[in-house]
């Protein structure tokens, strides 16, 4: 049996008989289901307080519902009835805080500082640590509303905290860093990649900027929510244009490159033998073979747009590629 207690509910009701008999039970039950009343005798005393007193609600669904409770006399008499809203847990669910959204002084309805901070993996629980940003505007001696929100979409109720807020500058500056053939710059409240002509790159991952596929400059600005900035310049070169490279004794070309899916692929000798090609994605899947016995081939890879690497084993020679699909 699914048992809630009165205090896991933030309640307390004492009923205090002045003049009359001891309470001897109380009655409870929940929303419209009346006929389901269900009565618990207690050992009768003039003073009753309900704390900690087991609520079943192995009948009710996860979710918000209303509790209607009595008490009754030795008499027989009856209290008034009072009520309250509680929340029935689904215990089969794990809840995880997903965001956390605050506001300073409440002012209208919907706050306009309101700022709402997801978190990049859900917690169990907050680090009192954490760094929250308001604007210049809300500088001073405030109060610091805020709530919570689990993996279900629901809020918790609204708490708050006395604090100083300070004006806030520009973020740390910071430096485009380079891995693999791939840039990267920290995530603040906002990062955006942008090309040297100004231009937003599109299709950028939020933190880093992969694949590249020629010589360019490109930049990186982060900024916090009340529009600060701070900004970093990097000049990449690419050193896999699809021109002929010699490895082994044996030269590979592959044109276009980027290209649409289909593209030409030649070698300088034509192999002895057999040679299998592999194509694989940037996290060493592999998403195609294909069997070359000539130095020209025409292939076409049935894949998405993204970073891709050929490798072709000849033998004691090797060679490896990387072709970007658009």
């Known amino acids: 049996m699914k048992n809630i207690s009165l205090t896991a509910l933030a309640m307390l009701i004492c009923f205090i008989a002045l003049g009359q008999s001891n309470m001897v039970s109380y009655q409870y039950w929940f929303d419209t289901a009346t006929a ?34 009595r008490t009754q006399d030795a008499q027989g008499h009856w209290s008034s009835i009072v009520y309250r809203s509680i929340n029935v847990p689904d215990a089969n669910a794990t809840y995880k805080l997903t965001s956390i959204r605050y506001w300073t002084d ?19 629980a907050v680090d009192t640590t954490l760094i929250i940003d308001f604007c210049q505007s809300t500088v001073g001696n405030k109060k610091i509303y805020y709530q919570m929100q689990d993996n279900n979409g629901k809020w918790s109720s609204v708490e708050y905290r006395a604090s100083n807020i300070v004006a806030i500058g520009a973020p740390s500056p910071f430096s485009i860093t380079i891995s693999n053939d791939t840039l990267f710059a920290p ?5 955006q990649w942008y090309n040297l002509n100004g231009t937003p790159v599109t299709g950028a991952t939020p933190s880093f900027l992969h694949p590249l596929v020629s010589d360019s400059s490109y930049y990186a600005v982060i900024s916090n929510q009340c529009g600060a ?29 980027p290209s649409n899916g289909k593209f030409n ?33 025409e292939i076409e890879l049935n894949a998405p747009a993204g970073l891709y690497f050929l490798s072709l084993n000849m033998g004691k020679y090797k060679s490896s590629r990387k072709i970007v699909i658009q």
């Open 106 to 124: 409440v002012s209208s309805s919907y706050p306009s500082d309101m700022r709402v901070l997801t978190f990049p993996n859900p917690k169990l």
């Open 265 to 297: 692929l030649t070698l300088s000798e034509r192999p002895q033998s057999p040679s299998i090609l592999v194509v694989s994605n940037i996290v060493g899947d592999i998403i195609q073979t294909a069997l070359l016995s000539s130095k020209s081939s």
């Open 36 to 69: 389901s009343r269900i009565t618990v005798p207690i050992i009768p005393a003039p003073i009753m307080s309900l704390n900690n007193a087991p609520l079943n609600v192995s009948s009710l669904t996860a979710g918000n519902h209303l509790l209607y409770l």
């Open 187 to 191: 995530t603040y409240w906002g990062l």
């Open 229 to 257: 900035v701070s900004s970093d310049t990097l000049t990449y070169h690419n050193p896999n244009t699809g021109i002929a490279e010699r490895e082994g004794g044996v030269s590979l070309e592959i044109y276009p490159n």
